[in-house]
């Protein structure tokens, strides 16, 4: 425990105090015991943020390439250049050539 520091440090000790006293499973519950346990609710807690954020952005970011998709195909429908289209859109000409061929295919 020599990375943590100070008050958080204090209370970290206070905790593992707290849940040793409130643990009962075997009547005799050692330290190492409580702090793999806290540890490991710890990680699994850090985790699932970290799965939940990460998912977050995944999905933002793939709603944002949608939205484009939508707007190089509209700007398609009315005859927009692909110069204009890659300068509104940021997409490169590859991508815009990618999204006509897709759309040839479907009709």
């Known amino acids: 425990m020599s990375g943590v520091q100070g008050k958080n440090r204090d209370e970290l000790l206070q905790q593992i105090h707290a849940l040793a006293k409130q643990d009962k499973r075997y009547g005799m519950v050692t330290l190492g015991e409580v702090l793999n346990d806290e540890f490991k609710r710890i990680g699994l807690e850090m985790g699932l943020e970290q799965g939940l954020e990460q998912g977050l952005e995944q999905g933002l970011e793939q709603g944002r390439r949608q939205e484009r998709v939508e707007i190089i ?35």
């Open 73 to 107: 195909r509209r700007m398609l429908t009315r005859d927009i250049t692909l110069d204009l289209i890659e300068a509104a859109t940021g997409a490169t000409r590859e991508q815009i050539l990618e999204v006509a061929a897709d759309e040839s295919i479907g009709s």
